[in-house]
């Protein structure tokens, strides 16, 4: 029996980063891979391939109409950045039932994780203390410092209520906060499975005493989280941007931390890697993150165990039900964010740092 053609083209990202050996060699023993190494392909490889490819999975898939039409055996495109790219033409995947999946619930666990791990520090004051201690001003039994506040029974916000803000609701747990989402695309039946009510941005941002930002990126929701919301959040609550700095208006919340009228926990920026020279690194009311939620040993294989569960799915003639799948309604949004939040040129930096892999 003729095995399935994926063409692997996993740069910027490495193999090893993606895959387990054991995800990897399943993958291996299932399918026949093209290229499957950490340099990037020659388009030409792809050319050559496309008309014979079942799957495609890539950093960086770029598949126009005249593509998808050459691809006359093609059931599936994986990507593996984060989010769907503004490179494929999605009508003509959705006209021949192909499907395009994104990897971002692959990273929900290991962010998920950062982003509690941020806001617990963060509301009970943990790095501002660490660093006061280093320099003979800390606070010993100090229960009245203003900035400091218990995360039980909290109110906790979330803008954009995806696979990552739902395990953050799940780990809080515990607290037994009050949740709070704005989301446009979630319905009022979904939010209610997870104890989660939906609120305006405004009721939102004068409600939640810790505010997580996880929201995609898309045309609509740039700089959504601007000056004004940010002037409704409570005097002294936290904002954690874990998703994407597209969402914030970066300037008016370096502007509202500054001011002390709120902190922050940020792991995400305008442009990457933050200049040296850049104000953002002098903020005294903000924890910062270089981009390492998911920054943890093996913390992005879920997604490679995630691809291969899919496409042991569709081989078996099922849909997919591990990674997110594109819908028209959404991907008529998309902001070609890997371009906005300088991830190209975090791939350029990591690609000079990885080693190949045959």
């Not at 008309?51 to 055996?73: E, H, M, T, Y």
Request: aromatic fraction near 6%.
């Amino acid at each position: 029996m003729q095995r399935p053609v994926v063409i692997l083209d996993p740069h910027w990202r490495s193999i090893d980063e993606l895959f387990s050996d054991a995800d990897f060699n399943l993958l291996n023993q299932l399918c026949e891979l093209i290229w499957a190494r950490d340099e990037p392909m020659p388009r030409s490889l792809l050319d050559d391939n496309l008309a014979r490819a079942s799957f495609v999975i890539s950093a960086k898939p770029q598949l126009s109409a005249d593509d998808v039409a050459k691809a006359g055996n093609l059931r599936a495109i994986f990507e593996v950045s984060g989010s769907f790219p503004d490179t494929i033409d999605y009508a003509s995947c959705f006209e021949r039932g192909i499907e395009v999946l994104c990897c971002a619930p692959g990273f929900r666990t290991s962010v998920a994780e950062m982003a509690v791990a941020l806001a617990l520090a963060g509301a009970r004051g943990v790095v501002q203390e660490h660093e006061a201690f280093r320099i003979g001003q800390e606070h010993w039994l100090d229960d009245n410092a203003a900035t400091d506040f218990s995360f039980y029974g909290q109110n906790i916000g979330f803008v954009g209520f995806g696979s990552i803000a739902r395990e953050c609701n799940r780990l809080l747990a515990p607290f037994a906060p009050k949740t709070f989402a704005y989301d446009p695309w979630l319905s009022t039946e979904v939010a209610q499975q997870h104890g989660v009510e939906l609120v305006t941005l405004d009721v939102l941002a004068r409600a939640s005493r810790c505010l997580f930002v996880t929201a995609a990126p898309t045309k609509d929701n740039k700089g959504l989280v601007d000056g004004a919301t940010l002037a409704k959040m409570q005097q002294g609550s936290l904002l954690v941007l874990i998703s994407r700095a597209h969402v914030v208006d970066f300037d008016a919340l370096e502007a509202a931390v500054r001011e002390g009228r709120i902190r922050a926990a940020i792991d995400v920026f305008n442009s990457e890697p933050v200049l040296a020279t850049d104000s953002v690194r002098s903020l005294k009311n903000a924890i910062l993150s270089p981009h390492r939620a998911a920054a943890v040993k093996g913390g992005r294989q879920p997604i490679g165990h995630m691809i291969v569960q899919d496409l042991v799915r569709m081989l078996d003639g099922q849909p997919p039900a591990s990674l997110q799948r594109a819908q028209p309604e959404f991907v008529a949004h998309l902001a070609g964010v890997q371009k906005a939040n300088g991830v190209e040129g975090m791939a350029a930096n990591r690609g000079r740092q990885i080693a190949g892999r045959g």
